[in-house]
């Protein structure tokens, strides 16, 4: 199947409600095709409960069905930074990222995949880009999200942003052929799921 790649957001945290959100890259880069956002977020489901994470991992993305700044609970879009695989910190929080600004990233915070990869780092990735399908303030750009992440023809257009630009939400649009880093799946966890007793 085609090569794809994601980017994810949980919540979790310890025995408090001091919590974060995940940041992470699917295991493998992919194309436009990731055969529609429940298949996405099912990839970010099974690799993060495959590395033995809690599995509310969605996908980093926009759709025809949803908005990207709605991923995250409302409750949460404020009060959770936003973290690596490792727990240093790339944004505030998640609100922070939409401002319009193209959510600028920190190149010396590296993006992890779920097997403990440097995504920006490791020539696995080639190509340091990650599909979103939005505007800079994480709004479903119409037409312009690979026919729903189905299509990886040549001709069809996705929303896409280079990371060497540090940028997480770049407004450049490609050709849904091209296999990229990560598409940003986001993924988001279940907050009570994630609390330690």
């Not at 085609?2 to 699917?26: C, D, K, M, Q, Y």
């Not at 929080?93 to 403990?116: E, K, L, M, T």
Request: hydrophobic share 35%; charged share 20%; aromatic share 10%.
């Amino acid at each position: 199947g085609p090569a794809r790649h994601t980017w994810e957001v949980r919540i979790g945290g310890e025995s408090s409600f001091v919590g974060f959100l995940n940041l992470v890259a699917l295991n493998q880069p992919h194309s436009g095709n990731m055969m529609g956002l429940d298949m996405a977020d099912r990839m970010c489901y099974e690799q993060a409960k495959a590395m033995g994470l809690a599995p509310n991992y969605r996908a980093f993305m926009s759709s025809h069905k949803q908005d990207l700044v709605h991923v995250v609970y409302p409750g949460f879009r404020d009060s959770l930074p936003v973290t690596n695989l490792r727990g240093d910190v790339i944004f505030r929080n998640w609100q922070s990222i939409f401002i319009g600004n193209g959510g600028p990233v920190n190149p010396r915070i590296p993006i992890y995949s779920f097997d403990g990869r440097d995504v920006l780092a490791d020539p696995f990735w080639p190509k340091k880009s990650i599909w979103h399908g939005s505007s800079s303030r994480g709004l479903r750009v119409v037409d312009k999200h690979c026919e729903t992440w189905h299509a990886d023809d040549f001709s069809v257009m996705g929303q896409s942003s280079s990371l060497t630009s540090r940028l997480l939400l770049g407004q450049q649009t490609r050709s849904c052929s091209t296999e990229f880093i990560t598409k940003p799946n986001l993924d988001v966890v279940n907050f009570k799921d994630s609390l330690r007793t």
